[in-house]
């Protein structure tokens, strides 16, 4: 496998990896509302050929695989080998009317894709790639002719309360070591769509659109799933990463009692907000 996103093999290989891995039905139920938008959008037909970009876990690898049926196929490529291993094995339990899938631990920026695909779509991977003019030119050149692109990335910090209402309480306790540089690879590389716009269209897609979806996210059935789901994934558990245990069990608590005063025994929903974009070749 290619060399080019080292850092974020690591990284989706590493703990942070194994914990999607672990918890992904949360993930997956978090995510339910913008899955539903972005399925409604891409209106997958039997028989296509789907490539799913940064397929984690499989959730939409599997939805794809239903949707084309049997005459269909789909491609999950991921960097990441323990989220490949939960889409397999998930697969092995799918109605034989859903289409083969095949699992890849590829980077799509560089991966020479083996045939042409009449759909690529994804839910939150495309932000992470080191050189995105590459990748998305990449990821066009394994389209065919009429091949369509549809994928969700996060609008900013700031529009997206799921991350802001634990991430504010904490920040006295917690500051940022690192503060994201804008342009660099994570979840909210795409905020703003004048930084994907050109990306697109020099890799030589047209009619691209950039739709904005606000959902309500449903963080946890209760307190302690809630306080468990921002403190494993996503930017708050980025600032307790490595950080002292008494540390980490503060801000913890700091986010439950916090969660208890806004939304009692549960469950926890806060807003969330994402741009569904769409293009064609
Ligand atoms: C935020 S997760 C989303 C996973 C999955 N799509 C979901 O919605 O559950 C981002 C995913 O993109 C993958 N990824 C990041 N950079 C990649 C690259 N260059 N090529 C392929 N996958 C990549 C990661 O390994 C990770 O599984």
Redesign the pocket.
């Given at each position: 496998m290619s060399t080019l996103?080292k850092d974020?093999s690591e990284y989706?290989n590493g703990e942070v990896?194994q914990r999607?891995a672990a918890y992904?039905q949360a993930?997956?139920t978090a995510?339910a509302p913008f899955t539903e938008a972005l399925f409604a959008r891409a209106a997958l037909k039997r028989g296509q050929r789907v490539l799913?970009?940064?397929?984690?876990?499989g959730?939409?690898a599997l939805i794809a695989a239903r949707q084309v049926g049997s005459g269909g196929h789909v491609t999950g490529?991921?960097?990441?080998e323990p989220?490949l291993a939960v889409g397999r094995d998930r697969a092995a339990r799918e109605a034989p009317s859903a289409a083969p899938i095949a699992w890849l631990r590829?980077?799509?920026?560089d991966h020479a894709f083996d045939g042409r695909f009449d759909h690529a779509l994804?839910?939150?991977?495309v932000m992470?790639?080191e050189d995105s003019a590459a990748?998305f030119a990449n990821i066009r050149r394994s389209l065919a002719d009429g091949g369509r692109l549809s994928f969700l990335c996060w609008r900013s910090l700031a529009e997206n309360a799921w991350v802001t209402v634990p991430r504010d309480a904490v920040l006295p306790l917690l500051p940022e070591v690192e503060p994201p540089q804008p342009g660099a690879p994570g979840?909210f590389r795409f905020a703003a769509p004048d930084t994907l716009l050109p990306i697109l269209e020099a890799a030589g897609f047209h009619g691209i659109e950039c739709e904005p979806v606000d959902r309500v996210m449903r963080v946890g059935e209760t307190i302690e799933a809630a306080a468990d789901f921002v403190a494993t994934r996503g930017p708050v558990a980025r600032l307790l990463r490595e950080r002292e245990p008494a540390l980490q069990e503060t801000a913890l608590k700091i986010i439950r009692q916090l969660f208890v005063e806004r939304f009692g025994d549960g469950p926890v929903d806060l807003g969330a907000a994402c741009w569904l974009v769409t293009a064609r070749t």
């Open positions: 996103n974020q989706w990896g999607w992904h993930l997956d995510f799913d970009i940064g397929c984690g876990a959730d939409t490529a991921d960097l990441s989220l590829a980077d799509a920026q994804s839910r939150f991977g992470f790639f990748a979840p």
